[in-house]
Nanobody
Framework: VQLQASGGGLVQAGGSLRLSCAAS????????MGWFRQAPGKGRYFVTA????????YYADSVKGRFTISRDNAKNTVYLQMNSLKTEDTAFYYC???????????????????WGKGTLVTVSS
């Protein structure tokens, strides 16, 4: 699976952004999808994930109530709607795909099936 993330940019605190991740190469609907983020000089951490059928969703406590993950299997795309952004949300955001959603929710970054390149989100105060 090839993953291409887009939608990052500069936004003021309190604002919104929507990230997209387009997948190609294998059956998208077979994979759980998720987003991770990595701030400069820090590790890569779980943000959110969605099951292959689009029903089950999981969120890190730090983004619950502000971020929403969704997917469109017909378009092979997963989305991350980010509202009420905070300066601490500033990071590179990475799209990920894995056959097992627990790989994401447990932040097992070394065993992830596929990663996309990051897209930078910068939230200014």
């Amino acid at each position: 699976v090839q993953l291409q993330a887009s939608g990052g940019g500069l936004v003021q605190a309190g604002g919104s952004l929507r990230l997209s991740c387009a997948a190609s190469g294998r059956t998208f609907s077979n994979y759980a999808m998720g987003w991770f983020r990595q701030a400069p000089g820090k590790g890569r951490y779980f943000v959110t994930a969605i099951g292959s059928d689009g029903v089950s969703t999981y969120y890190a406590d730090s983004v619950k109530g502000r971020f929403t993950i969704s997917r469109d299997n017909a378009k092979n795309t997963v989305y991350l709607q980010m509202n009420s952004l905070k300066t601490e949300d500033t990071a590179f955001y990475y799209c990920a795909a894995d056959r097992v959603i627990a790989t994401m929710t447990l932040s097992d970054v070394y065993d992830m099936d596929y990663w996309g390149k990051g897209t930078l989100v910068t939230v200014s105060s």
